[in-house]
């Protein structure tokens, strides 16, 4: 097997590097089968029996060049849209033939927030080698393709998910990243509540809930979006928020 450099989001495929990858399945018989597995494929791998101590590690900082879920439901599915958005790391959920009618649709509806793929869990291990290395590539070249975006002052690195304003790194976690480029492709025109939502946490949000607005509140702050320096973050009441500029037009 090609192995990956395990710093996948600017890196390219090498030889004689490891592969890692998280493996997430309640059951211990199949978690073990599946993990022999992949070391049998030369990847190495990190067992987890919850959804919950696999999400601590990504908040850790802990990187994988893939993530492989077994999965028999729709349960996860905010938890997967959330690897995909929030942590940018590829899919590949293991299902058995009965589930994957429901997969379909979820595979569908999640194929625009990133790369994932399902397979069978008694699927060659050629097939199961094939769809990591593919789900590997799909990345590379999304990060190679993924340019610059520029207005004026502000660059958006959007492979490596980083703003500058000037020559000054402003750290915004990855939601913050994601709300602030959505606000700036759309400069001068309001975006929606559900439309932000949906992007940060992948449905629509909660009654009541004012999470959405302290991130904003945070985007605003870091990026001093104030007047002064020509911007202005406004909230529509009741509708959304939008950057107004009477700066020149965006350089992408």
């Given at each position: 097997m090609?192995?990956f450099?395990?710093?996948?989001?600017?890196?390219?495929?090498?030889?004689?590097?490891?592969?890692?990858?998280?493996?997430?399945?309640?059951?211990?018989?199949?978690?073990?089968?599946?993990?022999?597995?992949?070391d049998?494929?030369?990847?190495?791998?990190?067992?987890?029996d919850?959804?919950?101590?696999?999400?601590a590690?990504?908040?850790?900082?802990?990187?994988?060049?893939?993530?492989?879920?077994?999965?028999?439901?729709?349960?996860?599915?905010?938890?997967?849209?959330?690897?995909?958005?929030?942590?940018?790391?590829?899919?590949?959920?293991?299902?058995?033939?009965?589930?994957?009618?429901?997969?379909?649709?979820?595979?569908?509806?999640?194929?625009?927030?990133?790369s994932?793929?399902?397979?069978?869990?008694?699927?060659?291990?050629?097939?199961?080698?094939?769809?990591?290395?593919?789900?590997?590539?799909?990345?590379?070249?999304?990060?190679?393709?993924?340019?610059?975006?520029?207005?004026?002052?502000?660059?958006?690195?959007?492979?490596?998910?980083?703003?500058?304003?000037?020559?000054?790194?402003?750290?915004?976690?990855?939601?913050?990243?994601?709300?602030?480029?959505?606000?700036?492709?759309?400069?001068?025109?309001?975006?929606?509540?559900?439309?932000?939502?949906?992007?940060?946490?992948?449905?629509?949000?909660?009654?009541?809930?004012?999470?959405?607005?302290?991130?904003?509140?945070?985007?605003?702050?870091?990026?001093?979006?104030?007047?002064?320096?020509?911007?202005?973050?406004r909230?529509?009441?009741?509708?959304?928020?939008?950057?107004?500029?009477?700066?020149?037009?965006?350089?992408?």
């Amino acid at each position: 097997m090609i192995s990956f450099d395990k710093s996948g989001q600017a890196g390219t495929a090498v030889k004689d590097k490891t592969f890692f990858v998280a493996l997430m399945d309640s059951d211990a018989t199949q978690r073990s089968l599946l993990r022999c597995r992949l070391d049998a494929l030369g990847c190495a791998s990190l067992a987890f029996d919850s959804m919950d101590d696999l999400f601590a590690d990504l908040r850790a900082g802990k990187k994988f060049g893939c993530i492989l879920i077994a999965i028999s439901t729709e349960e996860f599915k905010h938890q997967l849209k959330s690897i995909l958005i929030d942590f940018d790391v590829p899919l590949l959920l293991v299902a058995l033939p009965e589930y994957l009618g429901t997969l379909s649709g979820l595979k569908t509806e999640l194929a625009g927030l990133g790369s994932m793929d399902v397979v069978l869990p008694f699927c060659s291990d050629q097939e199961l080698e094939w769809r990591l290395e593919m789900l590997a590539q799909r990345k590379l070249a999304a990060n190679a393709t993924a340019g610059d975006f520029v207005w004026d002052e502000y660059r958006f690195e959007i492979a490596r998910r980083q703003v500058w304003l000037g020559e000054q790194s402003v750290p915004l976690k990855p939601m913050e990243f994601h709300l602030a480029l959505e606000l700036f492709r759309n400069m001068n025109s309001l975006v929606t509540r559900e439309r932000l939502s949906v992007l940060w946490r992948g449905r629509p949000r909660s009654p009541g809930s004012r999470a959405l607005d302290v991130c904003i509140s945070n985007v605003r702050r870091k990026l001093k979006l104030l007047p002064e320096r020509g911007l202005i973050l406004r909230s529509i009441y009741g509708r959304g928020y939008e950057v107004n500029s009477m700066r020149k037009e965006a350089q992408v």
